[in-house]
């Protein structure tokens, strides 16, 4: 994987990611342990609710989404640290079976107020099923170190 | 669990959680799933890197502020549906052993522009640690039933 510093992101950088498959049986235990309501634990359940069916907590699908950011060519792995997310919407359900992938673009680049050593990426991000349809778009704000810095301890 | 619907929300209102405790297999292990950074893997990688140790993923701690709200007072579990989250910001690292615990206030209820059988409930969430340092804040938006309403199927 290509680590980037501050300075190899640009205003307007693209990035992707290869795909990942949200299977019923993990829609399942996520939310048992993280977002037990009817709709994501019970396929029976689900009918009677908002989404006619089982669907994937909104946390399981933005769990998925920074996988597929870490894995993605945006290159920040191991080097950058999320500070927010700004207006994260889900657009549509994700169901078993659905595979998801993710494109996002660069929006911001600056240094960072609190760390010489560091500066700010901000970057929109847009999931979408295997039909194209976007399920989740959200923006990113991660402070990246800035080349040559070292990572502070402590 | 008290389920409410969106007649029964004021601006206002608030609401809060039992604890949950992060442990250090847990935090790696949804990281090997979700967020494969070193910081959230490896206790050695941790102090070469941004934290000086092992941290929670963000969204990890994301999920478990979930699944606060869900066994909170709040009462909209199974009856409300996520809409979108508002600046989400991660304030503190969230390590082993952290013992995590929910405030809320619910900050706006309005009716739906899109389904006249739901309205909007906005609130906002801080999530503390065991020394009461508030480690994530955000703002959720919900899609509540409306009283008397069934939900829609399909």
Known sequence: MTQRY?????????FGSGRLQIDEDRIKS?????DPQPFHLDDAAGPETFFGGL???GWHVAAVAMRLLV???LGLGGRGAGVAVETMRWLRPVRPGDSLRMEGT????RPSRSRADCGIVKFQITVYNQS?????EATHVVMALRRGA???VG
Chains 1, 2 share one sequence.
């Open 6 to 14: 501050l300075e190899d992101f640009s205003v307007g950088q693209k």
């Open 30 to 34: 996520f939310a048992r342990e993280f």
């Open 55 to 57: 669907v994937a907590s």
């Open 71 to 73: 894995d993605s060519d």
């Open 106 to 109: 660069v929006i911001e680049t």
């Open 132 to 136: 194209n349809e976007a399920v989740l």
């Open 150 to 152: 070292a990572p502070r």
